[in-house]
C-alpha cells in the first residue's frame, strides 16, 4: 500500500515540479540558452531532475 502511495504521489507532483522548474529555468538571466536547454532536459528525469536542479545550479521551483 506504502508503495502504491508512493507511486501516485510521484505521479502527480513530478510533472507539477518540472513545469516549476521550467518557469524559472525560462526566466533565469544569469544562464545562457544552451544551459536553459540542458536544466530544461536534465529536470525531465524522472524523481531526480528537480532535485538536481535545486541543489547543482541552486535552482527553485517557486
Not at 23 to 44: F, P, Q
Request: aromatic letters at 12%; hydrophobic letters at 70%; charged letters at 15%.
Amino acid at each position: 500500500m506504502k508503495l502504491l502511495l508512493e507511486f501516485a504521489l510521484a505521479i502527480v507532483f513530478h510533472p507539477v515540479a518540472v513545469v516549476l522548474a521550467w518557469i524559472n529555468i525560462a526566466s533565469r538571466h544569469d544562464l545562457d540558452m544552451v544551459r536553459k536547454l540542458i536544466w530544461a532536459i536534465v529536470v525531465l528525469v524522472w524523481g531526480i531532475g528537480p532535485i538536481l536542479y535545486i541543489i547543482v545550479d541552486d535552482g527553485q521551483l517557486w
